[in-house]
């Protein structure tokens, strides 16, 4: 059975979990491969709610300063960076807004690195500093806006590795995974302290990451 399995996932995958596992390990590298799976079916659940939570954090503060069709506004689009080369959110909200006439069905077709370009300091004046508090009001008062926009630019950037290795069905297991859920809650409990705790009572990361097997 085991040697079935293993030719069926390929020995150069299995590779990073056979040197994980020492005689030391209590568990075999397809017992570690297993548990990375779960674990990072576990994950679905808070990523989730994080991506869903923060697009819509930034889609209510847009539309405080832009109005309820802010994808089809210039002055907005004209805000976003348009590089030479590389990741380009002017020409995806272009493109995003040329295929739809409602904002709700934009917001969804729009790429998680989007939301988080969204926090970077070119935003601190011209978002961030006129709405940070209504639109995160889980936020510190005393810590300065720029600060809690450059928070959220940095969770969301581990949140998105995390999420491209799961979606890629790479290991995690040598990650700090419960840095990984603690930077989700973050992100929710800025937004609502609520749906935080509601995250948290339906969890099954932290569950599997009492049994992780090194």
Known sequence: MEDAVRRALSEERL??????????????PLELYLWNARISAAFLVPLHIGEVVT????????TRI?????????????????????????????????????????IP????????????????????????????????????????????????EQIRRLRNRIAHHEPIFGRALADDYAAIERVVKLRCPRTAAWMARHDRVRPLLRDRPV
């Open 15 to 28: 590779r990073t979990f056979d040197c994980a596992v020492t005689c030391s390990t209590q568990c075999t």
């Open 55 to 62: 697009r819509n954090a930034v889609s209510d503060a847009l």
């Open 66 to 106: 832009h109005g309820p069709r802010w994808p089809w506004v210039q002055g907005f689009e004209d805000s976003l960076p348009s590089p030479a080369g590389g990741y380009d959110p002017r020409r995806e909200l272009r493109r995003a807004a040329a295929r739809s006439s409602a904002t709700a069905t934009v």
């Open 109 to 156: 077709t729009l790429s998680f690195v989007f939301w988080q370009k969204m926090f970077t300091h070119r935003f601190d004046a011209r978002l961030w500093s006129r709405c940070m508090g209504q639109v995160f009001p889980g936020a510190d008062r005393g810590m300065p806006l720029h600060g809690i926009r450059a928070e959220m630019h940095r969770y969301l």
